[in-house]
């Protein structure tokens, strides 16, 4: 280390790991391609809208390409900074086709596209977001760490509080910034321990590790808690979760349905890098992690129970849904683990989507934004709410959706390691338990739409055609997912 | 004959009745009536010794081991003529009521393919979906078109059965990872050799599930609220087939892979529904509402079947088959008369009617044979059923079967006194105007009368169907008993 690598080495090595970075590449032009549009160009709505969605499918194709290329041996990418193998390529097309959904329904919110300022800077915001999200997948060094959470993180800041009009918006807005800054900031500090721990950032030296087997477990836990806390609020696990039903509600929908999904993709691809090596390292690790998902699910699924308002209710059941991905973490076995993270992640992101789709088309058109103002919508509109109930089912986890599958993976996973890994055991049981309680409010959602008496007119506005072709393609994935499940089980 | 046809008709049928909003009803009883023909079909083919036949087996999801395996033996095919037989009988006595949605219907039938996958498939993984598939429908049904607090009813039914479930899945899953060829098929779970701690597991968390669905002492809380509560046609199809699905369960699943749990918890199951069956009796004494007596004494019932399954014998299982029939003709009878009974006079309480069998006597007489059939009176259905089921708990215990006995007397005294109170003495205000029974109640009222006269005088063409299948299961399991 004291010597660092060879100038001519390290150059080589830049110069062929700039052909692996070709989707990064495509969405920078495309990031600086919407500024200038929106520059130069008066309502431009539509072409930036086209071109930011076109950059989002060139780099998916992109990345599909590379997959043809490389099979299983990964490959470091600019000394050390990335890494670069099938498993991130999948996490990084999935994060994309999530990105793509949202981009839709972006397009689609009439809260953003009434902005006085026009919705083309916050596709430029979108972007940026997105390439912090894909090099977070990728990321093999710490400090890559650090600057891709910030760059999601800023994104995210942005988008939440882009339509800030109310004081209850900026409220939340703010909450999420403060949270958010604070938690990088720990996680920065932890990164200094670590640093001067070990002497390099870079999560595939063995110094790294060599180092943490030296320290007392007492700091080696409390530096690898600090880092979890940068990672934990993006994730909003228990006890970071507090931004979160803020958020999600005074955002606009469209937003709060990307936050509850892709980010999660990719810190979760990263997360189960992390954690991997360090739970061999610290055998608090695994403790930590399952009892963080632990409380993750009762915070996450009891709150749940007690939310009228649609969003907020979401809110909580994304938190409870980050709790059930966590005890994935503890897995000995990386490729199943990443497989299974996979399939979760992919299940849960359609759902959620679609779940979010649904509601933002009820507000929208209805002006619904409770439990108790759904009374008597099953009556009025034949396509959302049989929709709905299809989200709901597949959020609880029954047969025949993708939520089925997704819970039956993992608990399938898990079961067999009960014996080997402590602690185990009562956190399934907690994962169980609150599954049943998770009845109690998803399929309240359901029950209410089809009770009888409307409690009061309900306007009407015009239809959108789109919303209704989206939310109905979204529950035909998840139940052909949910029968078929092998056809989406690519990695 | 394919047995795939039979099991997805159901779901074509479902479909096209949710596209065909005015003929819902029509298309409904059409579809279950094509099922049933093809349930009979089966039938025709079937030989009645051990195997399983018209099997069925494909990849579903390799990655995981799992199949779509579906067969039918002798255990399965009286379940599933059940089923079919029911349907259009359930279907048919809601026509006079004012439930005409398509998706009412619709729902149905979604629920109709549920409960066939659960009584044919070979595969845990597929008998799991089949089970949870079951149920949705059902937790529609009964939360849409209930009494006035079904909400609440409902969200404890659902809750305490998808908890019991979810054991069941863990349970399953478990079995699965401990089998050499990594598969769900129920062949491989039979040929596991488990210690007897972990079976002792095992036998919880299956019977867990099974024990809330049928319902068993002390897991049977939701079931009269829900019973009352539901759309008569929920009832039905809760108590006439769904319970089945639980029984169904022990006798496939819960004995047969965990025989050593089995051999340590199986008396204590064996005490819990004998005491259920005292229990339920002595309660449904003091019943003043029409559906909570029959809730009350299916309770009753369904735990003497299961005193039948749990004494492990052939006798005892024998009759809990031909019971299981029987125990779902006669409640969807019972509940028919309860439903026409709160239809015409617009409450449940025994106390406010009387003397209608003097206004309709087509009415009295279809009651009284359903009652007999319940009280299980020679020449009746219910009489072969509780004979054998009593026989079996008399071998292995005198005094059990004694306790277990007073089902049938308990069982006469508050039908017939029910009966009593409502059809016979003077007529009042309310019950003088009471309506003879029309087109779609008699007929269905008919068909019941005749199935349980029909069962009570020749038993055997039933018990003839299971009688292979049930011997070599329970010399399958005495085997690994026996080492």
Partial sequence: MQTGLDIAQSTENIITSLSYFVSEFIITIGFLLVIIIDLFLKKAERLVFFATILTLVL?????????????????????????????????????????????????????????????????????????????????????????????????????VSYTNKEKLQAEAGMKYVLFGATASAIMLYGLTFLYGFSGTLNLYNENIFVAFEQINSFSASLVLLMVLAGIGFKLSFVPFHFWTPDAYQQAPTSVSSFLSTVPKIAVFAFLFRLVAPFQFVSIHFSTIILSA???????????????KDLKRLLAYSSIGHTGFLLMLLVLPDDSTMSSNLWFYLFAYSITNIGAFMSIAYLEDRFNIKTLQ??????????????????????????????????????????????????????????????????????????????????????????????????????????????????????? | MNLLLLLFFPLVGALVTLL??????????????????????????????????????????????????????GISMPLVLLTTGLFPLIILSSFGRNISQASFYALTLFMQFGLLLVFTATDAFLFYVGWEVALIPIYFICALWGGENRIKVNMKFFVYTIAGSLFMLLGIIYLHLQTADNSFSIASFYNLN???????????????????????????????????????????????????????????????????????????????????????????????????????????????????????????????????????INVVGMFLIADILIDRLKTREIATMGGIAKVAPKFATAFLIIVLGTVALPLTNGFIGEFLLLHGVYQFNIWYAAVAGLTIIFGAVYMLRMYK?????????????????????????????????????????????????????????NSKLAF
Avoid at chain 2, 55 to 67: D, F, K, M, R, S
Avoid at chain 2, 230 to 249: N, Q, R
């Fill in chain 2, 194 to 328: 488990l210690d007897a701690t972990t079976q002792g597991w095992l036998f919880w968390c299956f019977f867990l599930a099974f024990a809330i669905k049928m319902p068993i002492f002390p897991f049977h809380t939701w079931q009269p609220d829900t019973y009352t509560e539901a759309p008569t046609t929920g009832t039905m199809l809760l108590s006439g087939i769904m319970l089945k699905m639980g029984i169904y369960g022990v006798i496939r699943w819960l004995i047969p892979v965990t025989p050593l749990g089995f051999l340590t918890w199986g008396h204590l199951a064996l005490i819990l529904s004998i005491i259920g069956i005292v229990y339920a009796s002595i309660i449904a004494f003091t019943q003043k509402d029409v559906k909570r007596l029959i809730a009350y004494s299916s309770i009753g019932h369904v735990g003497l079947i299961a005193a039948g399954i749990f004494v492990w014998n052939i006798q005892g299982l024998q009759g809990a088959m031909i019971q299981m029939i029987n125990h779902g």
């Fill in chain 2, 20 to 73: 065909n909003g005015k003929f819902a009803k029509q298309s409904a009883l059409i579809s279950s009536l094509v099922t049933l023909a093809f349930a009979l079909l089966l039938l025709g083919d079937f030989v009645p010794d051990a195997s399983s036949q018209f099997v069925v087996n494909y990849p579903w999801i390799p990655a995981l081991g799992i199949n779509f395996a579906v067969a039918i033996d």
């Fill in chain 1, 59 to 159: 780099a998916a194709v992109a990345y599909l390409l590379q997959l043809n290329i490389i099979q299983t041996n990964s490959l470091l990418l600019f000394n050390g900074m990335f890494l670069h193998n099938s498993y991130v390529i999948g996490f990084k097309l999935l994060a994309l086709f999530a990105s793509i959904i949202s981009l839709v329904f972006f397009n689609q919110d009439k809260e953003l596209k009434n902005h006085p300022k026009g919705i083309n800077d916050f596709y430029t915001i979108f972007l940026g977001g997105i390439l912090g999200l894909l090099t977070l997948i990728s990321s093999a060094n710490l400090l890559m760490l650090f600057l891709s959470i910030e760059m999601l993180s800023i994104a995210s800041y942005l988008m």
């Fill in chain 1, 373 to 491: 103002q759904l009374k008597g919508l099953g009556k009025l509109n034949t396509l959302i709410a049989p929709c709905l109930v299809v989200f709901m089912v597949s959020l609880t986890g029954l047969p025949p959706t993708v939520g089925f599958m997704a819970k039956f993976v993992v608990f399938s996973s898990l079961i067999s390691e009960t014996t080997a890994i402590n602690f185990l055991t009562p956190v399934l049981i907690v994962a169980v338990l609150t599954t049943v309680l998770s009845l109690f409010y998803y399929f309240n959602i359901p029950l209410h739409i089809y009770l009888k008496k409307p409690e009061e007119l309900i306007v009407k506005k015009k239809k959108s055609v789109i919303f209704d072709f989206f939310v109905l393609i979204l529950a035909i994935l998840v139940i052909i997912a949910g029968v078929f499940p092998d056809i989406f089980k690519i990695f």
């Fill in chain 1, 293 to 307: 998902a632990g409380i993750t699910m009762l915070v996450g699924n009891v709150m749940a129970v007690f939310q």
């Fill in chain 2, 421 to 477: 109170a409502v059809m016979q003495g003077e007529t009042n205000e309310s019950t003088a105007s009471f309506k003879d029974i029309n087109g779609s109640e008699f007929l269905v009222l008919a068909v019941v009368c005749v199935l349980i006269i029909v069962i009570g005088v020749y038993p055997n063409a039933l018990l003839h169907i299971s009688e292979a299948s049930v011997e070599n299961l329970i010399n399958q399991v």
